[in-house]
């Protein structure tokens, strides 16, 4: 680890440092369900609107724990969550995809039954219109558990399926009172894991990661099925879009050979070139887990700290990644699933979602970079921790189902932040790594996050 992996720190105590503190036939949607709200976990009093009621739109049901019920809303979402158990004998479901507008989402389920008897098949959940509901897209053959889908953009879903040695890949889509499919094409290899779906909503590709090269392939939105377009050297995971084109997509690589994990930037309008992301510390290993094109804000985890930590930068900023306190917890694991977009040039304001993993069980958190403040609210009851989506205004939606709603949408007002007083000494001028970053909201070239190179004329803080 080096000294300037870490704002704030100096050249001679580097090791001892602490990082700085701070389409087809549709059924009609269901009638509009009770209004709700989320509890905050360990917060003192906020001022008065300073936080917003979670609010859920699905079919009318006792609201989960944390939730207050209110008046029935018909509010639209667009997000999602893995569950708290569901009530009675509803099945257990998988995880949701969603389309980077959060218009559509898809998940693997199954009907209630033994769980070595369930048949699984895939369901699409639409979520751009006044209600949300899901439609079931069975085939004649039950799915196998171990089963991918993503959305597209127009309403059909992507299915991977594992057939001996081969990844399979098909379309679905609602006809009336059955399921279309539209056969794709086959890949020769024993494992391939699905991506996000491309921002445009037409594209979707897979990876298969080897140890001295992994391969990504169109799989959907290509001409004549799926086909390979790029080899990357070393062995790949993670996968997350930097800018709104879908040509950008970054990757966590660990070098032939072995060698430390580091985010690369993978261009597909240059035949797959691959250039540096992330370059903390010499040795340490530093991957990307989201990424905002609109702000170029950036979540990234690493152990340049000493130890596995969640941290956030910005792309082309000439600052470090800084590694706020309040989101290390002390026996939970605190994971990034969606930032707010739309707030160009200005990544400290992005609202950021995350999972919360404790023993137990799982909450949300919401944080801002300005804010350094985690906010902690019980989950709906069947959120399937790990997605969601931000509306551009600040409204957070959580799509969940259980057993008493099949379909629903609990949404949550970001919470506000308290501005920094002068007498607290908490910083909010230049000096505070608060003032807006010249990011750019969709780069030309994906330059590195200077990190590893940042300047080091700021001392030390607390938060």
Known sequence: MTACA?????????????P????????????????????????????????????????????????????????TSSAVGVPATPAGDAPLPGGFTLTADGAYAARLTAAPG????????????????PEPYAVSLPLDQPEEPDAEVAPLADGRVLIRRRVADRQQFSLLYPTGPGTGELLLGAV?????????????????????????????????????????VARIPGRCSGGAWLDREGRLLALDRRPPGGGPVKAVAVDLGRAGEVTPLLQIA??????????????????????????????????????????PECLRLAGAA?????????????????????????????????????????????????????????????VLRLPYANGATSCGVAMLDAPGDAEPSCETGRPGDAEGGTQPSAAVSVPAACKPVPLGQAPLHRGARSD
């Open 334 to 394: 605190v994971t990034p699933f969606a930032v707010q977009p739309g707030q160009m040039l200005m990544p400290e304001s992005c609202a950021v979602a995350l999972r919360i993993d404790g023993a137990a069980g799982s909450r949300l958190g919401v944080w801002r970079p300005a804010g350094r403040r985690l906010h902690q609210f019980a989950a709906p009851l069947g959120w399937v921790p790990g997605a969601g989506y931000w509306s551009r205004d600040g």
């Open 20 to 75: 700085e503190a701070e389409s087809g036939t549709e059924p009609d949607p269901k009638e509009s369900g009770a209004e709700s709200g989320l509890r905050e976990y360990g917060a003192e009093p906020e001022p008065e609107g300073s936080g917003g009621p979670v609010k859920s739109a699905g079919a009318e049901a006792p609201g989960p724990p944390g939730f207050r019920a209110g008046e029935p809303g018909p509010k």
């Open 188 to 228: 020769e290899f024993a494992e391939m894991t699905l991506l996000p779906p491309s921002p445009d909503g037409r594209c979707v590709y897979a990876l298969s990661a080897g140890d001295l090269y992994a391969s990504l392939w169109l799989v959907a939105g290509g001409a004549c099925g799926p086909e390979e």
């Open 114 to 129: 033994p769980p070595g008897e369930r048949a699984w098949y895939p369901e699409r959940w639409t979520l751009d219109g």
């Open 282 to 323: 010499p040795d340490s290993d530093d991957r990307l887990l989201l990424a905002d094109a609109d702000s170029g804000l950036l979540l990234i985890r690493s152990d340049a700290p000493g130890q596995d930590r969640l941290g956030w930068g910005v792309l082309g900023s000439c600052l470090p990644v800084r590694f």
């Open 6 to 18: 870490i704002e704030g720190g100096s050249a001679g105590a580097a090791a001892a440092a602490e």
